[in-house]
């Protein structure tokens, strides 16, 4: 048995909860009300926390917190790689990563496995798109979606998102 450690993340767009062992991150989540951290493993929890804070300063951090291995499927392994490739300030759209993965008729597969990668931000899936350019399915919400986009330089942002700014 896997005995998971959790911290609480204050970030400019929400509470982040982080759930990790030894071996790596487990769950990155927006949460809506934060509770107290617990770890017995203070060295991964320091290297997780500057990770976030060095992020939200500069979004071309590289990430040096292991991900846990095997969170997923296979074929959702496969798509969260493709995510993971995509550089800070750019996007992608389903069909580009069905393709990338070798399945071209997969983009709805690819949709699922993005909405369920069990790490925000760590694996960006914020960073995939409508094949029209739109802000299409992000968990941590569209508002957030526009800001991290946003907060990474991408230059595509579709307006029509603001709307969404208060967290409505």
Excluded at 45 to 63: C, G, T, V
Aim: hydrophobic share 40%.
């Amino acid at each position: 048995m896997i005995l998971l450690n959790f911290l609480y993340f204050e970030s400019p767009i929400g509470t982040i909860r982080v759930e990790y062992a030894a071996s790596g991150l487990h769950s990155l989540r927006f949460v809506t009300t934060k509770g107290d951290n617990h770890t017995d493993d203070h060295g991964m929890e320091k290297m997780i926390q500057a990770d976030l804070q060095s992020y939200f300063q500069n979004p071309e951090h590289r990430w040096e917190s292991p991900i846990a291995l095997h969170l997923g499927t296979e074929f959702q392994e496969k798509v969260w790689l493709a995510l993971r490739m995509i550089p800070a300030g750019e996007a992608r759209s389903y069909q580009e990563i069905a393709q990338l993965i070798g399945q071209p008729n997969a983009a709805q597969a690819v949709g699922r496995a993005n909405g369920q990668n069990p790490l925000l931000l760590r694996i960006p899936c914020h960073r995939v798109i409508g094949s029209d350019g739109s802000m299409v399915g992000y968990a941590g919400e569209l508002w957030r979606k526009e800001w991290l986009l946003t907060h990474e330089g991408f230059e595509g942002v579709n307006q029509q998102m603001t709307l969404f700014a208060d967290g409505e």
